[in-house]
Each structure stands twice: as C-alpha cells, then as structure tokens.
C-alpha cells in the first residue's frame, strides 16, 4: 500500500512539473516583415572569353595570347587598373578524330578567360565593341553591381523590421493585446537581383547600358513578440 501511494505520489509530481513548464510558455503574436529598395547599377564585372581552334597548336595558342594581350591593351585605355582585371590559366584541349581509331589529332582547342571590372559604366558599350573587335569571342558572364549594395541591405533590414513591427502592433490592437518583448527574429538571406527594363538585355554589347533599369534589394524577417 505504502509503494503504491509513493508511485502515486511520483506521478503526480511529474504532471506537475510538466504543467508548470507547459505553462511557463509565453504567448506569442509571430509576424512577417518585408521590404524592397532599389539602386542603380555603377559597376559591371565582365567575363570575357576567347578559343581558337587549330591543327597547329602554337598558331592556336599565338592568336589566344594576342586576343589576351590586346584586351588588357583596352582595359588600360579605358582607364581600367591592373587589380580589376584577372586572367584565367590558359586551356588547351586536344580534340582527336576518328579515322585511325583516335590516334591522331585534328585540331587543338586552346582558350582562355579575362575578367573585367568596370567602374564606370557609361563606357560599358565602347568598352565592349572595343574587345570584341580584340577578337574576344565569348562573353560568358555580365554582372552589374552597385557599391551601395551592402548599405542598401542594412536599409531594407530596417523597413523589413519596422513593418513587422507595425504588423504585430495592428493586429494586437485589433485583438485587445498588448505586446511584450521580442521573443525571437529570423531574417532569411535578402535577395538582389537587377530588374532590367523593357528590351534590355545584360549580356549585350550592343545598345544603351543606361536602359538596364535598377538592382533591386530585399529583405524578410520573420519576429515573435511575447504578449503581455
């Protein structure tokens, strides 16, 4: 009798305890806030390619070095520095034929990238014309950034912030609620991408770069606050 009154007693405590936890969880109003600035593009990060495809390698592999040569030549004419722009190692590729079981070579496919970042961008499309007729005959990637982009982000982090505030405000007001503090704030990666205008096209070198439109940068965070 007496062990049953003591598992009896034990069970009891532990509801207890679960009960007291269960009921030291706070109340909670969770919200979403968003928000989205714009900046306009002043940089561009451009890379560049060119391949030359030979039966002789070192006629293959003469024409890329000039093309390379020729587009570092323009960067310093445009006023580009020596830091923004990076050349890739040389790739050379044997491409073999199937006449004699692949034995021998056909042609060589030797190649090579350049990496440009140009800071001012109403040279974009002289910049570019002037490359092309280098004899680069690859543009593998345009990139248009911003150097305001990391201030921008710290912007839209606070609109994003005040409007969940203003959301949990509302709704609190609307239910009779008055909000504590905050409970917990995720915010998820904010999103830049660049919203070009009608017909505009990124990887052109042809047209106005000024029709590109603008960077647009957002934020979410997602905000719990006790309630009182």
């Keep these: 009798m007496k062990k049953t009154i003591q598992i009896l007693l034990m069970v009891l405590l532990v509801a207890t305890v679960a009960f007291a936890q269960e009921a030291k969880q706070p109340r ?3 919200v979403t806030g ?5 900046v306009t593009p002043d940089v ?9 495809r030979q039966t002789n390698l070192e006629l293959a592999k003469s024409r890329v070095d000039n093309v390379v040569r020729s587009v570092i030549h323009q960067a310093r004419e445009f006023g580009i520095e020596n830091k923004d722009v990076q050349v890739s190692q040389l790739s050379i590729q044997p491409s073999y034929g199937k006449e004699d079981s692949g034995k021998t070579v056909s042609y060589y496919e030797v190649s090579n990238s350049i990496t440009v970042r140009l800071n001012d961008l109403k040279h974009y499309d002289d910049f570019m014309t002037a490359v092309i007729k280098a004899g680069v005959n690859q543009v593998n990637a345009t990139s248009f950034q911003s150097t305001q982009a990391f201030k921008k982000k710290a912007e839209a982090q606070q609109m994003a912030i005040a409007a969940a505030r203003e959301k949990a405000d509302a709704i609190a007001s609307q239910l009779g609620l008055k909000l504590g503090r905050v409970n917990s704030v995720t915010e998820q990666s904010a999103g830049i991408f660049l919203v070009t205008k009608a017909g505009a096209n990124t ?26």
Excluded: K, M
Aim: charged fraction near 20%; hydrophobic fraction near 40%; glycine fraction near 6%.
């Design 44 to 52: 561009v990060v451009i890379d560049l390619g060119v391949e030359s």
């Design 34 to 38: 968003t928000s989205e600035v714009s």
């Design 203 to 228: 990887r052109s070198y042809e047209g106005d770069s000024t029709a590109l439109g603008s960077i647009s940068i957002s934020s979410s965070v997602f905000i719990s606050f006790e309630i009182e």
């Design 28 to 30: 909670l109003i969770t």
